[in-house]
Nanobody, 122 residues
Framework: QVQLEESGGGLVQAGGSLRLSCVAS????????LGWFRQAPGKEREFVAA????????YYRDSVKGRFTISRDNAKNTVYLQMSSLKPEDTAVYYC???????????????WGQGTQVTVAS
């Protein structure tokens, strides 16, 4: 059973930091693009960041560049999102996403985690 399970969300003050983790099970994702999306209340789900299978290439939406860092540990089948300088507009449910083979950052993920809530208080 393929599963992606996020953890690490919570409530932080503006300017604070959180690190989200996502553990993949059921298969290895070492050769697959992994990413993070988020969805704020009443909003569409939006892309946040992605990382290539080797970790050599990363991609971010403009609004998080310089503040968020995506990384992965393929030995642990885990992807991380280090978030710093958090803003209230970062408040959302954050979802780990697994992409199909041959995906690009514009591709649609095929596997999703259950989501973890990140709330940034002003």
């Amino acid at each position: 059973q393929v599963q992606l399970e996020e953890s690490g969300g919570g409530l932080v003050q503006a300017g604070g930091s959180l690190r989200l983790s996502c553990v993949a099970s059921g298969r290895t994702f070492s050769n697959y693009l992994l990413g993070w999306f988020r969805q704020a209340p009443g909003k569409e789900r939006e892309f946040v960041a992605a990382i290539s299978g080797s970790g050599g290439n990363t991609y971010y939406r403009d609004s998080v560049k310089g503040r968020f860092t995506i990384s992965r540990d393929n030995a642990k089948n885990t992807v991380y999102l280090q978030m710093s300088s958090l803003k209230p507009e970062d408040t959302a449910v954050y979802y780990c996403a697994g992409y199909p083979r041959m995906s690009t950052v514009s591709s649609k993920p095929e596997n999703w985690g259950q989501g973890t809530q990140v709330t940034v208080a002003s």
